[in-house]
Structure formats: C-alpha cells, structure tokens
C-alpha cells in the first residue's frame, strides 16, 4: 500500500473505544467532593453521607476496565445517573461513598490492587466509629477489590469490611469478541486505540480467550494463567465479608437476542472492502472475520468456542461503537447486531464457566444458591448494559449494605 493511502487512512479513522465511544463526556460533571485521597497509582473521592461530618458508615467502589485514568465526571454519572441516581439515595441513608480511581485502568489487576488496598487503608484510618467497611467495584474494579481484599486476609491485615460487593464482575471471565478483537489489530497501523487496550495487561488477565495479532491462535494468555494462579494462592476469595453480586443479565438462561454465526457487521470501503465480521458460534473452523481491504486480507477462524455474544449478560454495544467510527471516516457500513454480551451472568455471579453453551445458558435460578462462591446474589429480570445500575439492583444492594 503506498504511503499516501496509509496516511489517507490514519487521517481519517479516529480512536475505537470498547465500552465506550472513545471521546464521549458525561453529561454532567461530579459534584465537588468532600475529600480526595492521592494513593499509589490512582486516586479517590470522597463524597459524605447526609449529616455526616466524615467517614462514617464508608462504601468504597473501584472503577471498571478502560483506556487511561479515570474519569470522575463519568464515575459520578455511572453511580448517580438518571433516573436512578444511586449515589444520592446511598448518601440519603447516611452512607459516604468513596469511588477509587485508578491513573491507568488497563494496568495489571495486581497493580491496582495495591491502590485499592491503599484506599481501604486510609477509610479504616479516617472513619468515625466502628461501623465496618463496604467495598467493591464495577466489573474489573470488582476483581481488583476481591483480589485486594483476600491478599490482605492472607497478609493478616484487618481490612475492617463487613461487605463485598462486585456489580458484574467477570468472576470466571468475560468475552470481546475474537472478530473484534482481530479488525482492532487489524487496524492498528492507522489507529492503535482498540488494540492497545485489548492487549493490555487487565485485559489480557480478564479475557477468556485472547488474540495478540489478527492471525494468532485464541488462547486463554499467559498474564491470565498468572493471574488464576495469584488469586488460588491467596484462597480466591475474601473469607471475612459477607461476598455479594449482581449480574446485569438474566438468570433463566434466556439468549440476549444476538443469534450465532450471523453477520454483525459489514463494510464495504473505501478502506475496508468487503469486510464481514460474524457473531460467535461454537463448532470447529468457524470463520468468525472476513476482513479485506487496504491495509491486507485476513481471515479468522475458532475452534470449539461456545455462542458467546448471545449469552445471557451484561452487554457492551461493542460492535455498534466500531460501526459508528467507522462511518464517521467515511466507511459504508452496515451493523446488524450492535451489542453484545461482554460478562456472562454466570460469570457475573460466580456459578459456572464460560467454556460451554450448558453453563452459559444454565437456568441460574433453578440451580441451588450453593454453587455461587458468592454468599447472595442478584441476576437481572431483562438483560441490561454492563454494570448498569439499575433501580432493580442499585435497590437491591442499598437494602443488603450493613446496618
């Protein structure tokens, strides 16, 4: 390809996001804390409770996975949005709430583990009284809480935590499509956005299964092998807290209306010509990417996968933001199934894995509370977005938060 097409291309095709559209601003910004806490890789604002004067009855929530630092303007827009406003009705109650944020989210889940911990440190140093800790996170933010929280039982440190809670954490794995996952490599010549963040190091320990390159073999990656291995040497889980979760899809094992082996996407040039990615769809030598055009051919396959993308769970709108940017530099586009699950609700609330259609599609709500890891739990009545706070479960974790 000569240069002047290369250039052409890198003009014209801006930054992909993944869980969100790269660029986009909350709409509002957060109010003004009460406090902001400068810890060891990120940083945490600290908003009281109704009549309180401190930290008195504390609930710490850690950011999800992302691209960069965290944006509290958007953290205050997840935890307080419309019409749900979670924040508010917490600190109604006389809860303070501390988000915790982190100045790389894509950073290795150990890394911002040791914020996490620096945040429970310095909650347990500032409260007033004796009222125990809550502490938790959204989807990553909820692995990097349950990994901090059982490192520190194994280090025999008391944490002071009454409750754990994760809002559709991917316990056994979450999924981005190996279709998606090849075209951002694909593209990274001319923008590396989506790449660098499908390659970094929290994606790569949260993933199921993980491409490096458009052409490898998906694998489950080594930083997650590694990753496993930790957390079974520090007993997986906190022992001391009550363990609650919430999935953001259904439990009754109903598909989210995304078919197998259908057509997502379809460009048709400039630049990328011809170009089809497909829903996942178990079997062997599946085609799961068709993608031709400028920048080379490639086509990508998968063995023995299970119909991730149509699972019950949390879904991202994944497909739809890549079809969106891609218009915008003047792409022909066609985009038939925008979202797509990203944490299965098995996976969310801890009862099975996410390697066959028989676990991904378990009825959760016939199956005996003992099988989730998780002490209580809540699944969706619909499939919702990712880490969404609903009124369904931000009511349900207000009513389950210690006295």
Known sequence: MANQDLERIRRAIKPIGLVTAAGEEPARQAPPADG???????????????GNRGLVRPVLLADGFNLG???????WEHVDGEPHRFA?????????????????RSASILDNARTATAAIHRAVAERLGGNRLAVGGFSMGGIVTRYALARMEMQRMDHQVGVYLSVDSPHRGASIPIALQAIAHHLAPVNAALSQLINSPAARQLLW?????????????????EFLDQLRQIDDWPRIPRLLGVANGVGD???????PGVEALRSNGPFLTGTQLFTQAGGRDRIVAEIKGLLGNVTVRTNDFPDLDGAPGGTLESFGILADTLKEAGE??????RSICFVPSVSAVAVRGIETNDDLYVNINQLSPDESALDDF?????????????????TWILDRLPD
Not at 253 to 259: A, E, K, L
Not at 382 to 388: K, V
């Open 209 to 225: 299964r993980h491409i490096e390159t458009p052409t490898a073999t998906p694998a489950e990656d080594p930083l997650r092998t």
């Open 253 to 259: 094992g109903r598909r989210n209306g995304v078919p």
């Open 332 to 337: 022909n586009v066609d985009v038939s199934h």
């Open 69 to 75: 630092p965290t944006n509290f303007d958007a953290s």
């Open 88 to 104: 508010t009705r917490l600190r109604e109650r006389g809860r303070d709430l501390v988000l915790i944020g982190f100045d790389e």
């Open 378 to 394: 809540l699944t969706s009545s619909s499939g919702t977005p990712h880490s969404a706070l609903t009124e369904e479960i931000g």
């Open 36 to 50: 902001e806490w400068s810890l060891p890789g990120g940083t945490a604002r600290v908003y009281y409770g109704q």
